[in-house]
Each structure stands twice: as structure tokens, then as C-alpha cells.
């Protein structure tokens, strides 16, 4: 399944599938994207990022995908697991200057074992 | 052991008062921030620091002040606490070098009745 953010959506995968999390980012000037992981009670957590000259990134389960053409970003999970459950954020980082790193709304991920 | 460390984790206090959080990291980071996450999850920075100088100061009313005593520590001081103002508030610190890769505290969690 997949989900498209920027309101607080969430998604339901079963354990064992692959989930897919969309990001829609604004501003062509970013030179990073950024996916962060928020379990419940506690603060986001880094988990991957891409540079803005590239259109995928693999880590350990995880992959980003980014389409600059229609300002999209993704995250795919292999093979989830019921601690991947919490809230996803994507996020962009501003070249330039003092570079700030904005935050979307977040996707909410539920995985049913 | 703890990255970047916040406290208090909890705080219940009246409209009006004012209040103190903290926060100190040992990574040896030369960047720290303040976030603010409200009841929909969204996550919005209010301030940076790059060694001890203000370096982001978004649109927060001026009853929020921040001070960095040294690179470690960056607290956040409220005053005439409002009801708007419950939220959890995030520390956070970063090498300015790769400022898109964020180490967050655990949060605190402010609420004001």
C-alpha cells in the first residue's frame, strides 16, 4: 500500500509486506531530502537521506526514490516489521546560507502482524 | 549515554507562569536547535544555534528566549506561559557541516491549563 502526505494520514501494512511512504516537497532550491522516523513517546530519528543530484538511494531495508521532475519523494520498506510502526517524516533541506531543514506533516504507519 | 539529553520530560503549569527547559548533548555537535511539534504531529524549528551565536530565530513570539551558555547546552525559557503553548518542544543538535542529519532529545512534554 501506499499513502501520500501532508496531513496526517496513515497506512496499514501487514507484516512481511513492503510499504511505500510519499512525501510532496515545494522547493526546488532544497539540496537534501531527508526521511525521519518518529516511534511514540520519544524524538525523530535519522534514517536516510538523498542528495538532490540523485534519484535513489538504498540503505539497510530502506530505499528513497526522488523525482524532481514532479517534487516527489518516497520511502520504501522491505519486508516490514511491527517495529517499524511509528510516524514518518519527510523532509528537505535549503542551500544556501544557514541551511534550514523543514519538516512535513508526517505519515503514520501501523503494521499488523 | 544519552545523545541529547532535555528535561524536564513533563511539565503541567498554569497560564501565566513562566518556565525553563534544558538541554545538553555530547556528541560533540557544533549546532543545536529548538522544534515544536503541536497535537497534529507537525514539526516546526523555532531556533538554532551555531556555537553559542543564533544563527535561525523563526517567527516565535518574544516571550520565548533561548540561550546557549556553550556549544553543548542550549536551554529555552518561557515567559506568561499561554494555552497555545502546549506542545512538545524537541532539542536537537547537528555538525553544521551535514545540518540534515538531526539528533533529537526525547522531547518535553509542556502543558498549559
Known amino acids: 500500500g501506499e499513502s501520500v502526505g501532508l496531513h496526517l494520514p496513515t497506512l496499514s501494512v501487514q507484516e512481511g509486506d513492503n510499504s511505500i511512504i510519499n512525501c510532496a516537497y515545494s522547493?526546488?532550491?532544497?539540496?537534501?531530502f531527508i526521511w525521519y522516523k518518529q516511534e511514540s513517546g520519544k524524538g525523530p530519528q535519522f534514517i536516510i537521506d538523498?542528495?538532490?543530484?540523485?534519484d535513489k538511494r538504498q540503505g539497510q531495508r530502506v530505499t528513497v526514490l526522488l523525482n524532481k521532475t514532479v517534487k516527489h519523494l518516497s520511502l520504501q520498506i522491505a519486508a516490514t516489521q511491527p517495529g517499524d510502526s511509528a510516524v514518518y517524516f519527510c523532509?528537505?533541506?535549503?542551500?544556501?546560507?544557514?541551511?534550514?531543514?523543514?519538516f512535513g506533516t508526517g505519515t503514520k504507519l501501523q503494521v499488523i502482524p | 549515554d544519552t545523545a541529547v539529553s532535555q528535561t524536564p520530560k513533563y511539565l503541567v503549569t498554569q497560564m501565566g507562569n513562566d518556565k525553563s527547559i534544558k538541554c545538553e548533548q555530547n556528541?560533540?555537535?557544533?549546532?543545536m536547535y529548538w522544534y515544536k511539534q503541536d497535537s497534529k504531529k507537525f514539526l516546526k524549528i523555532m531556533f538554532s544555534?551555531?556555537?553559542?551565536?543564533?544563527?535561525i530565530n523563526e517567527t516565535v513570539p518574544n516571550r520565548f528566549s533561548p540561550k546557549s551558555p556553550d556549544k553543548a547546552h542550549l536551554n529555552l525559557h518561557i515567559n506568561s506561559l499561554e494555552l497555545g503553548d502546549s506542545a512538545v518542544y524537541f532539542c536537537?543538535?547537528?555538525?553544521?557541516?551535514?545540518?540534515?542529519?538531526?539528533?533529537f532529545g526525547e522531547g518535553s512534554w509542556l502543558t498549559v491549563v
Open positions: 523532509a528537505e533541506r535549503r542551500s544556501g546560507g544557514y541551511q534550514k531543514v523543514t
Open positions: 556528541l560533540g555537535h557544533d549546532t
Open positions: 522547493n526546488s532550491a532544497s539540496d537534501y
Open positions: 538523498i542528495r538532490s543530484n540523485m
Open positions: 536537537a543538535s547537528s555538525l553544521i557541516s551535514s545540518a540534515y542529519t538531526i539528533y
Open positions: 544555534y551555531n556555537n553559542k551565536e543564533l544563527i
